[in-house]
């Protein structure tokens, strides 16, 4: 009877690990794709490019949480939109606001940038590739709840993010060039 339990346990035991480990890969765009839109080249020194994104993503507000210039690498953090906390019929009754913010929820989106800039060697250019991350959190007074995006599904849903990034970089950089 315990030699049947065991062999018992151990198929359940193979089936189950057989069925969480054939997932398939749901990836729409391919890697070469993701991170066509995620870098970009370009003809500075190393020392400007990676002064121009710290700049850059300061000028958009984002509180740069780390740097390493040897290894090339910028960690920033921030909020892509301003909110308000209250609308404006809420302000003018203060008691039934006070109220009505209770029962409202609150959603949060925060993004991280990690930023790597690169030499490529032999006169290539610097390289410069963003991975940006999105984090949604709803909080009420009946709980909190947090939502996290793959750095992927910002790319694929919001590619303009990228693109508005690296012209701001291009324009920095060009001024950086004009202002020697």
Known sequence: MRKCLCIIFS??????SNSTSAQQNTQEQS????????????QNSYR???????????????????T???AG??????????KENMSAGVAFIPFVGGLLSMAREETTESWTVSATVEDLEAGRGILVRLVITSEQKSESML????EKAKA?????????VYQNLFSKLESALFVRSQTR
Do not use: C, H
């Open 73 to 82: 690498i910028i960690t920033a953090s921030g909020s892509p939109q301003m």
């Open 48 to 66: 400007e490019v990676f002064r121009a994104l710290i700049s850059v993503l300061q000028d958009n507000k984002y509180k740069i949480s780390f």
């Open 152 to 160: 992927a599904d910002l790319v694929k849903e919001r590619p303009d």
């Open 143 to 146: 709980g909190a709840a947090a």
């Open 31 to 42: 890697a070469t794709a993701i991170q066509s839109i995620q870098t970009r080249t370009y």
């Open 11 to 16: 198929l359940l035991s193979i089936a189950l």
């Open 68 to 70: 390493d210039m040897s």
